[in-house]
């Protein structure tokens, strides 16, 4: 289960949503860019995003893909559904943390201190995390495969096991993230490419709110206990 992976990524992109700017200077190459990015999502309230993601394991270089959508309202309101290959949900309430998996009809309902752990991805995928602040930021030589991106390799002024390399493809017609991805201790990726991305998307109260459907199984772990295999965490 790779589910955490995603909202790690996904937290990444959060960051620079709510956070001000910070006071020290990115490279004089790209601080124009890294000052407009956290300007614009600055500025933003929510988004909505249609996406592809590609988690890719080192020890066994497999990976794998996934579609679906990005629901995204500050301060920290997530909804991360997967379509495809097999349906998903996992949502970051005000109050609290769920993983659903329709297929299996089970729901996992974990507290906000899952989510903290892996605050510095969630900021770098929603946007929200100060670039010139929290990494050493480096421009990259453009590839083909780049377009008209502008491609940044991030380290993390303080790596933990979940993030000790980040990259992020900005548009900068729009100062949007298109593609993050991150790295983890091991070497593992995850990769989340943003197939369309509205800002300022009208999202309602119900799109941050769950209720398990008749049938489901649901096993709460707010009180910090965890299942042997964690479904937020692998």
């Not at 949007?176 to 091991?186: H, N």
Request: hydrophobic residues 40%; negative net charge; contains cysteine.
């Amino acid at each position: 289960m790779k589910t955490w992976q995603a909202i790690r990524a996904v937290c990444l992109a959060a960051a620079l949503l709510v956070i001000p700017a910070a006071a020290s200077a990115a490279p004089s190459d790209v601080a124009p860019l890294v000052n407009k990015l956290q300007s614009t999502y600055a500025a933003m309230t929510s988004f909505r995003a249609a996406f592809t993601q590609e988690l890719t394991h080192q020890e066994s270089a497999t990976t794998e893909t996934r579609h679906g959508t990005l629901l995204f309202r500050k301060p920290l309101l997530v909804r991360w559904e997967t379509d495809k290959p097999n349906p998903e949900l996992l949502l970051v309430t005000d109050k609290d943390i769920w993983n659903w998996l329709p297929d299996e009809e089970l729901a996992y309902r974990y507290s906000l201190e899952l989510a903290r752990d892996s605050l510095p991805i969630i900021m770098v995928v929603t946007g929200q995390s100060p670039l010139n602040r929290d990494f050493e930021v480096e421009r990259m030589v453009p590839e083909a495969s780049d377009g008209n991106l502008v491609h940044l390799l991030l380290y993390p002024k303080e790596p933990t096991a979940q993030l000790t390399e980040a990259q992020v493809w900005i548009d900068p017609a729009t100062s949007l993230i298109r593609r993050a991805q991150v790295m983890d201790f091991y070497g593992n990726t995850n990769l989340i490419r943003f197939d369309s991305l509205t800002p300022d998307a009208a999202l309602q109260d119900s799109d941050f709110t769950f209720t398990p459907p008749a049938g489901t199984e649901v096993e709460d772990h707010t009180d910090g206990s965890h299942p042997s295999m964690t479904p937020l965490m692998h």
